[in-house]
């Protein structure tokens, strides 16, 4: 046995599966999860001391690129001057001000611990605010994992191939309706039957959670004009996309693209937390001074705004300026044509798909038109991805291990790091080709 063996072993004995978090489990990919002990700049290092050029970046949060010592010396500075008070900190109002100088719609920002957390309040906002009990979300979209929002969530129910979740009680859940993404008439048809009882709408930014699928061009104004016309509210889930897509999230590259499009509430966090744990509910003043101690809507937390976890964030958004949004692009372009054309060398039917930085390949004869949504996402040939998966990982590159995330790049993947990764790519897609249902 190898010591991730044995270290996968002796976490199944005391921990739900091994993990964590169900993704970390390999259940898509198979084989055994890699434990990791240290990582620095675009490498991650595994218990049995073997280096690879990362492509998870903690699920984003690694935007300047592992322990970068800025941010580790943010956090040792905090640290020394306490690791909790549960009280007010100047730095907490720092974070929230660099956020409203990326997103100036977010008017007031209040910070939390997690993005569940975020959504889960955002959620109670938005009932609070409209007196109204149902929310629509679309199929594929994962706002964490609060009662309710488990249906067709994509990201690790997608892996595990689950529907939802045990333990949510079923008139919780019949107050969300799931609708397909991308699907303006079937959007129109449930704001036709139930418009007079929806709170909200939420959205992610950016499709992130079944691999890579933005908004159609327009759909986001469509949105925003649709919950405006029934007194609704838009909520978009920036966790994943927000200062990680672009300087000012996803919201940033519509803004570029022609669509400024102002929704009333949005969840931000990973990037905010540089690493640690926080996260971030902002919006028009006017509903966010809805939250208590000024209105009827209560949230609280012991740890939310933690000094330790904000100063990683503060310098986190600091350091990233648009130089490091320029080599992140450039790194995503480099990677995502690199593998690309690798597969098509191949023989290998597939799609990338691209949000700002982010990107994601979906692999098969059934997405090759593109992915639109949920229900296209889940025809893709995932026993090519993980035959691709595991190769990259022998060749020493540590992909998300599942074909329903997105690959992230960090400012850190210097031309030694990339030279890496596209040396081990046609490998990868000639054992993505044997393994392909296509062949």
Do not use: C
Request: charged share 15%.
């Amino acid at each position: 046995m190898t010591r991730n063996d044995e270290l996968f072993d002796r976490a199944r004995a005391v921990i739900p599966g091994g993990v964590n978090s169900p993704v970390r489990a390999f259940g898509s990919v198979g084989g055994t999860p890699r434990f990791y002990v240290s990582a620095t700049g675009p490498y991650v290092t595994d218990a049995e001391g073997r280096d690879y050029v990362d492509l998870v970046a903690s699920w984003g949060p690694a935007l300047v690129g592992h322990a970068h010592p800025e941010v580790i010396d943010a956090v040792v500075d905090a640290a020394r001057r306490g690791l909790s008070f549960g009280a007010s900190t100047p730095a907490e109002t720092e974070l929230a001000v660099e956020i409203r100088r990326r997103v100036p719609i977010a008017e007031k920002i209040r910070l939390v611990s997690t993005g569940t957390e975020a959504t889960m309040t955002a959620i109670r906002l938005a009932r609070g605010a409209t007196g109204r009990d149902l929310l629509v979300k679309f199929s594929g979209h994962y706002h964490g994992h609060s009662d309710g929002l488990l249906a067709q969530a994509g990201s690790g129910l997608a892996t595990l191939a689950l529907p939802g979740s045990a333990g949510v009680p079923a008139p919780i859940a019949a107050q969300t309706l799931v609708v397909p993404y991308n699907d303006r008439a079937a959007l129109e048809a449930v704001f036709a039957e139930h418009g007079a009882n929806i709170a909200a709408v939420i959205t992610e930014a950016a499709g992130a959670n079944m691999g890579v699928v933005p908004p159609a061009p327009g759909f986001t104004t469509f949105l925003r004009e649709l919950t405006n016309r029934h007194g609704a509210l838009l909520i978009s889930d920036e966790v994943l996309t927000g200062f990680r897509s672009g300087p000012s999230g996803y919201w940033g590259v519509l803004r570029e693209a022609g669509e400024d499009v102002a929704p009333d509430l949005l969840t931000f966090g990973k990037v905010v937390g540089g690493g640690l744990p926080v996260a971030a509910l902002a919006g028009r003043a006017e509903i966010m001074d809805l939250l208590a101690p000024l209105g009827p809507v209560y949230q609280a937390g012991t740890l939310s705004g933690n000094p330790v976890a904000v100063a990683a964030g503060l310098a986190t958004l600091r350091l990233a300026d648009s130089d490091v949004y320029a080599r992140i692009s450039r790194a995503a372009d480099t990677v995502s044509v690199a593998a690309s054309a690798a597969l098509d060398a191949a023989g290998v039917p597939h799609v990338v798909q691209r949000a700002g930085t982010l990107f994601s390949v979906f692999f098969g004869s059934a997405v090759v038109a593109g992915v639109p949504d949920y229900e296209t996402a889940t025809r893709q040939d995932a026993g090519a991805y993980a035959a691709f998966f595991h190769a990259m990982l022998e060749a020493g590159v540590s992909l998300p291990p599942s074909a329903f995330e997105a690959w992230f790049l960090t400012a850190a993947h210097d031309d030694v790091a990339l030279g890496r990764i596209l040396e081990a790519l046609p490998g990868a897609a000639r054992a993505a080709a044997a393994a392909s249902a296509d062949a």
